[in-house]
């Protein structure tokens, strides 16, 4: 990190410490600690529901303090898995120092740190879902050479008491500015918020869903991030929710990021972008285009995408979503810019200093040529997504596509370049494999696939049968034609998973 990329950091760790998060030690927690007058600290994990648990500590001497942060707390594993027996439950949690920040909510000055878990003999617990992530991640920098750096794009909407002032406009949300964005302060607050909190913001705005019922406004909003390596984009969208939730319930209005919000409008998605790097450099094009390990990356992710929507969609109303015609995917296809297929190519800025130019005439500076920003974005994931899991599971995906000796043939055959939901491409859509419709069914496809996920050990086989245990366990197979035209009952649904992982 540069000196200037420091000066406009907003994490107070960074800005006092003066370097970057991912090399704070032990001895620069505590120095900030005390010279901050930081009084309590909270201890932060996510467990097998996918919230964030918290474990709060009073440091009464300087003694106690480093042992806190040397040799974490013992928590009792039972309740937190269930794949953790009572008899022997004990784990560590142990905190990961980069990812320190100042709670921005709490009188008394907090220190908030996330942890990982560690099992009796001081090992990684194998099952616990950050450590899945690393070991996948690992593996896959070691086997490939390549860095793989992706975001989340975080939609959730805000429900409020109707306002009759500027009423929202139905399903025509998009960039809305306030009035007619009612909440866009508390968007602009979870922002600045989420970028203290060490999250790197790429934008903020008002989404398409906008729409007033049974006297209240439903208004959807989105922050995306900038692309980092897996753990922290998983930490930049757990980080994110929290604030969110407790900025709601501090504006006295409800945040919910679940797939379903109401019946008949449209729902809230969590698109994961990605794009691979090599010595430093971005590597999705070549020759201006589409390079062929960007299209062997995507062939790995649709060979297991149906796998892939047990960990991204996981209630019953995520499949409720998915469905023709509400810009989520039901196709297993990709294509450029196309909205409906399940990895959308999006613009790149190729070109971009063109533009640049064009726009600013009277600017004679010496633009230099910007790199490629090209990603590719899968679009199933949703709000109940169990986001450690998931990111290994793309991982693993990808990593299988590079490997894949057909992957380009795949790319090839799974192409699109035209809106999948047309009446024109009825007959091409009939050729193409469906993603799951119900939990049940990401279940099972997730049990076709398991090898791929428990190879080397990555998730170990308990937590796939866990997995596909809970899933099948909501016992919604053909859910969505047994409540075609029953809105009592699919409302009735939607408000019991309003507020997912």
């Not at 107070?12 to 970057?20: D, G, I, R, T």
């Not at 922002?191 to 208004?219: N, P, Q």
């Not at 929507?309 to 297993?332: C, D, M």
Request: net charge negative; proline share 4%; hydrophobic share 35%.
């Amino acid at each position: 990190m540069r000196n200037n990329d420091i000066l406009m950091n907003p994490n107070e760790l960074v800005q006092f410490l003066q370097k970057p998060s991912q090399d704070f030690t032990r001895d620069d927690i505590i120095k900030f600690i005390e010279a901050r007058g930081i009084s309590m600290i909270n201890f932060r994990y996510v467990a097998e529901d996918g919230k964030l648990k918290s474990l709060n500590f009073v440091p009464y001497s300087r003694e106690h303090l480093v042992s806190i942060l040397t040799a974490g707390e013992r928590v009792d594993g039972s309740s937190l898995f269930s794949f953790v027996g009572s008899g022997s439950s004990d784990l560590y949690v142990i905190p990961r120092y980069r990812t320190a920040f100042v709670n921005p909510f709490t009188n008394t000055p907090t220190l908030e740190i996330l942890c990982s878990f560690y099992n009796n003999d001081g090992n990684p617990l194998e099952s616990a879902p950050e450590y899945i992530l690393r070991k996948a991640y690992t593996r896959f920098t070691k086997k490939t050479g390549f860095k793989l750096r992706t975001f989340g794009e975080l939609e959730y909407y805000i429900k409020s008491l109707h306002d009759k002032l500027y009423p929202l406009a139905d399903q025509k949300g998009y960039h809305q500015s306030k009035p007619f964005a009612k909440f866009e302060d508390l968007r602009i607050e979870a922002l600045e918020l989420c970028a203290r909190a060490g999250c790197r913001i790429k934008y903020g705005h008002s989404e398409v869903g906008s729409f007033t019922k049974d006297d209240y406004d439903y208004e959807q909003h989105e922050i995306e991030f900038l692309p980092v390596e897996p753990d922290e984009a998983v930490d930049q969208l757990l980080i994110s929710k929290w604030i969110l939730r407790i900025l709601g319930y501090r504006y006295g209005v409800e945040v919910s990021f679940a797939p379903k919000i109401t019946v008949g409008n449209a729902g809230s998605g969590m698109h994961i972008h990605m794009m691979l790097e090599k010595d430093g450099k971005n590597i999705m094009i070549e020759e201006s285009k589409l390079s062929q390990t960007a299209r062997k990356m995507m062939a790995g992710i649709l060979d297991l995408s149906k796998a892939l929507t047990a960990f991204g969609n996981t209630i019953p109303t995520s499949y409720l979503r998915l469905v023709p015609h509400q810009e989520a995917p039901t196709s297993i296809c990709w294509g450029d810019r196309n909205r409906s297929v399940l990895i959308r190519v999006p613009l790149g800025w190729n070109g971009a200093m063109n533009m640049i130019k064009d726009a600013n005439l009277a600017d004679t500076s010496d633009f230099q040529d910007m790199p490629t920003k090209q990603t590719v974005e899968l679009r199933s994931p949703d709000g109940s997504a169990d986001i450690y899991k998931l990111f290994a599971a793309l991982v693993v995906a990808i990593e299988h596509g590079l490997e894949m000796t057909d992957a380009l043939k795949k790319a090839e055959d799974l192409y699109v370049d035209y809106n999948i939901f047309s009446t024109e491409s009825k007959t091409r859509r009939k050729k193409l494999e469906s993603l799951p419709a119900s939990c049940w069914e990401s279940a099972e496809a997730l049990l076709f696939k398991r090898e791929f996920f428990e190879k080397d050990g990555i998730f170990p086989a308990g937590v796939i049968d866990n997995v596909a245990a809970r899933l099948k366990a909501f016992d919604d197979k053909n859910l969505s034609e047994k409540l075609y035209n029953k809105n009592e009952e699919i409302s009735n649904l939607v408000r019991q998973f309003l507020h997912c992982s």
